[in-house]
């Protein structure tokens, strides 16, 4: 299933008591969908999933699905380390109307393969909506193999993948062995172009926040067949790319977007606000590549 080509896993904004702020995350939808998101994704890890209460993402799920009114898809991120958190979560979002959820590999538990199977495998069949899988390591400190995903694919409703492996062999793997309908998207923006190169869909991305518009005519131009300019255009932006993953994120992106006049608020503990000197490199980062014209 064809979400789009640039999904941004959106963060969640905070006012200066660490509380949701509601006007900010209208301002912020708007704005991605203004600047080159085909689809949003909710209460992902750049939304700071792990601090999020069950309420709060409810609240979300349904503040979003009301803002963006079928503008774009909204995936609400359902998925967990609790296999039976994860179907009440999902079937909550499906009464509130989102368009998809995204299940990630159970962390801190370090299931099988077989178990990852099972669990991904009974949340599905409890719900009717369609289900991106997300196979991120960094995070979840097991790796979902290419074999596993291929077998989800066959479930009828697990209709895509978010693939933050950072492995390319292993996408190329799970795009030429899984349905025609089934989409693989890159979970790294600096893979993005590799990524479309061995067949996947797009990318579910961070940067998008700041630069959503050039990776979309990046995009584009690739599939237009403009490779060479396509290229430039990844090369332009990567250093935008590596300052937002500069520290752990969402810290750097929820502090460019401020700096673009997108503001969101800090993060929650236990990840912590930039120093000066990691703010200060950022800035440059974003300021410089502003100051250049948005095409480059």
Known sequence: MNFGRVLTAMVT?????????????RRLVNHLISNGS?????????????TL???EKLQLFKFVVAEVNGRVPIIAGTGSNNTKASIELSREAESIGVDAVMLVVPFYNKPSQEGMYQHFLTIAESIELPVMLYNIPGRSVVNMNAETTI???RI????????????????????NNTPQDFTVYSGEDSLTLPTLAVGGAGIV???AHVIGNEMQDMVNRY?????AQASAIHGYILPVMNAIFSAPSPTPVKEALGRIGVPVGSVRLPLIPL??????????????????????
């Open 53 to 55: 209460t069950h309420d």
């Open 223 to 227: 599939q237009k067949g403009d490779v």
């Open 275 to 296: 120093n000066e000197a990691e703010r200060a490199s950022l800035f440059d980062i974003i300021d410089q590549h502003f100051s250049q014209g948005a095409t480059g």
């Open 151 to 153: 077998r989800l694919s």
């Open 205 to 207: 991305s961070v940067s």
């Open 13 to 25: 904004p905070f006012d200066q008591n660490g509380e949701i702020d509601f006007e900010a995350t």
């Open 38 to 50: 085909d689809g949003l994704v909710v209460a992902g890890t750049t939304g700071e999933s792990p």
């Open 156 to 175: 009828k409703n697990i209709v895509s993948v978010k693939e933050s492996s950072g492995d390319l062999n292993q996408v190329t793997e799970i795009v």
